[in-house]
DNA sequence: GTATAACCAAGTAATTTAATAGGAATTAAA
DNA sequence: TTTAATTCCTATTAAATTACTTGGTTATAC
């Protein structure tokens, strides 16, 4: 139940975009500098998130990439699903016709569970827009600290 | 981004075991054979299911498994959590320490998304009572199909 | 025309998952 | 007191996935 590299560095890597970025294209290796990741897997990441229409590609000299849209109208959710496939909690096949259309009650009952979880992540990842992120990194970068306390908290054994 | 075979058999052998136990001790030979889970790694899941409290063992000749609590205090959460560990979207050390402490002002930014999907998840498998899918799944057993339409909604390609 | 960049496809090492296998310890019942 | 049933424990393994790396090709500003 966790996330691959794949939505830990996209999402750093977008974000990194959203910052630095004004209305010229970015190359990519910058952002991969400044983010410490690899240049050549971030491509691999980017391709994802251009085929999402996330974000948008200059090729050449002087190329780089652009955020799609304006960064209110990105959200996490899109970002995360770009890179990481559907974020329900099971494949989507086994949520339909998982071992025969329902041939076991249990197995039956468990698809709401599955179900309810993935709404609650989705929504979540939803209500996240990519220009609150710009906007938090900014506050951070002008006064170290202030998060981390509390980003500590999610640490406990007793998560709830 | 998926619970592995752990969590998807380890609820529904709960289930099982919660929807058939009277006050007799249920073999697992028996859980594992009514899930078409094999009997041998439903040891190794029931295994953790006991040390986190969730199911007590009588060992020997009609011995078996029974649920330490009433299925009214067992949460999804719990039985979850049992089996795949921690259901954060990253491991907890990243979320405190990752790559020095906020030294990217970008990745201590993530860290809050990764918070608020950490809480989301928590807090929809702690709603849900083993005892809300006993009756659930009784009510299935007694007039199917009623379920798996709405599951289905879960599947098209915009999951919002 | 040359440097800079995006684009593309294949390969690979390490890790994790999902089991399988084989036995030891415990206990109810014959 | 033996036997059968059952939990308990540890090690091994095949397959899949992850997280890259490698080695190019194509497009374009200067």
Redesign the interface.
């Known amino acids: 139940?966790?996330?691959?590299t794949k939505?830990?560095y996209g999402?750093?890597a977008v974000?990194?975009l959203a910052?630095h970025a004004d209305d010229e294209a970015m190359a990519l290796s910058q952002i991969a500098e400044?983010?410490?990741i690899s240049m050549n897997y971030l491509e691999q990441l980017i391709a994802k998130l251009k085929k999402a229409g996330i974000v948008t590609s200059i090729r050449g000299a002087q190329g780089g990439y652009k955020l799609a849209l304006p960064a209110e109208e990105i959200s996490?959710?899109d970002i995360l699903?770009a890179l990481?496939?559907?974020?329900?909690?099971?494949?989507?096949s086994?949520?339909?016709s998982n071992?025969g259309?329902?041939s076991?009650?249990?197995?039956?009952?468990?698809?709401?569970?599955?179900?309810?979880?993935?709404?609650?992540?989705?929504?979540?990842?939803?209500t996240?827009k990519l220009s609150e992120?710009v906007a938090?990194?900014r506050k951070?970068?002008a006064g170290?600290?202030t998060?981390?306390t509390?980003?500590?908290?999610?640490?406990g054994n007793s998560?709830?």
């Open positions: 139940m966790k996330l691959s939505g830990r999402l750093r974000l990194d910052v400044r983010q410490s996490v959710g699903r990481e496939g559907d974020l329900s909690p099971v494949d989507c086994l949520v339909t071992e259309i329902c076991n009650a249990d197995s039956c009952v468990t698809k709401y569970v599955w179900k309810r979880i993935s709404d609650s992540i989705n929504d979540a990842v939803d996240i992120l938090e990194s951070v970068q170290i600290g998060t981390d509390k980003a500590k908290q999610t640490c998560v709830k």
